[in-house]
């Protein structure tokens, strides 16, 4: 009997040992959320960044519940596509999220993003602290494309509010559907649009 509950303590023990190690291996991540048109497009330059634990396609920014891509696209939710960034604050940080962000969409634009017209397509930064919200604020300032001043960046800053996961067809659809997202792209005439804001700077990562 004695050795039997030794046995079970000492299975316990190691049960435990391994969920502490486990749990300290977990490397803490932050969320950060980010409105720049279409959410498909919004994902790659993400994705590609080190420290970037994931990309989430959805919508925010608005009042109504359950949001969907049929309602949201519709327009009259409030919502906006968005972007949430799972990522390691101490691999990459906001600020660095900031600068990417800036350099996939065109700050000058308030009627959407590229071909895509509507308040739902317009884009925003949605800080969740005030550490954030300050970052945020001093990027927008200091945003300089070359025909650019701060008063004409268009770009909203906004609390943060609940993030809506979109649909599984939209997630990671420029892997899922490559051709058919290039040519999207390429119609709506972003990366052009991007390279005359940015030049060699646009569109990436780096």
Known sequence: MKHRNLARSLALLLGITAMTVQADNKKDTELAVFAGG???????PYDKLEGVVS????????SAEDANYKAVSAGGTGHYEAIQIEYEPSVVSYEELLRVFWFNI?????????CDMGSQYLSAIFPKNEG????AETSKAQIGPDDAQ??????RILPATTFYAAEDYHQDYYKKNPVRYKFYRWNCGRDARLKALWGESAGGSH
């Open 150 to 155: 701060a008063d004409v960046v268009k770009t």
């Open 55 to 62: 990309t989430t396609s959805g919508y925010t920014g608005g």
């Open 132 to 135: 954030e919200q300050v970052l």
């Open 106 to 114: 065109d700050p000058l634009d308030d009627r959407g993003q590229f």
């Open 38 to 44: 279409c959410f498909w497009c919004m994902e790659p």
